[in-house]
């Protein structure tokens, strides 16, 4: 299946940046994702969720850019955090992934109101480029 990028894009669109959106969105990603699996609540323990939004909103813009374009400046980021997730630093499972994933399927869901079946599998399969360059780095 081809991806629609435009259709991607206007998803994220209509989730983050729409007034009251917004902060729905990455609130309800996290208390998702954090809720999918013990041991990713426990990576998150000490973490500074305001700065971790912020990091959340930048991964996937730049995967959307790195899935579309091959931009480089999206493969830089994600080389950072290929890095950073990998068994030497934050020691990122690769298997967590598919709950990261699910976890924003789930939020999209919700907060897009013209969320469907096939958006779905636009977004799976356009992640799914960024989530394989990042989790090769374990």
Known sequence: MEIDFNSVKKSYGRCVFTRDAKEKFFTQ????????????????SDTNFEKQISMLKNAISMSIM??????????????????????????????????WLDSLIA?????????????????RNMMQISIDYIAEGY
């Open 29 to 44: 990603f996290y208390e998702t994702f954090l809720s999918n699996h013990s041991a990713i609540a426990t990576m998150f």
């Open 107 to 123: 939020t999209l869901r919700a907060c897009d109101p013209n969320f469907n079946d096939t958006l779905e599998q636009h977004w």
């Open 66 to 99: 790195y899935a579309e374009k091959q931009d480089e400046l999206a493969k830089d980021v994600l080389t950072k955090i290929r890095k950073s997730h990998s068994r030497e630093r934050y020691d990122v499972k690769p298997e967590y992934y598919s709950y």
